[in-house]
Nanobody, 115 residues
Framework: QVQLVESGGGLVQPGGSLRLSCAAS????????MGWYRQAPGKQRDLVAT???????NYADSVKGRFTISRDNAKNMVYLQMNGLKPEDTAVYYC?????????WGKGTQVTVSS
């Protein structure tokens, strides 16, 4: 059974930084593509960033240059370093795993950017 647990969310001022973490209970973690998605109130869930099993990354245009996704295969962890946060980054952030088209999701962590 796949379990993804996010942490690291919180309240931050505009321009600030947060680092989200996702602990993944996955056998053969290195074979999974991992990602972060976010959902703001009243909006659909959107892709933020993904990282393949080989370490290739992809970012939404809105976060390029500000956010960095990484993974630690020895610890079964995925991270999202978020710098230069803006109020429009406010959302619930979800960790995602994908293998052979099968997606799993964590319960999410709230990020609020406000002064």
């Amino acid at each position: 059974q796949v379990q993804l647990v996010e942490s690291g969310g919180g309240l931050v001022q505009p321009g600030g930084s947060l680092r989200l973490s996702c602990a993944a209970s996955l056998r053969f973690f290195t074979t999974y593509a991992m990602g972060w998605y976010r959902q703001a109130p009243g909006k659909q869930r959107d892709l933020v960033a993904t990282i393949t099993s080989g370490g290739s990354t992809n970012y939404a245009d809105s976060v390029k240059g500000r956010f960095t996704i990484s993974r630690d295969n020895a610890k079964n962890m995925v991270y999202l370093q978020m710098n230069g946060l803006k109020p429009e980054d406010t959302a619930v952030y979800y960790c995602n795993s994908n293998k052979w088209g099968t997606n799993s999701w964590g319960k999410g962590t709230q990020v609020t950017v406000s002064s």
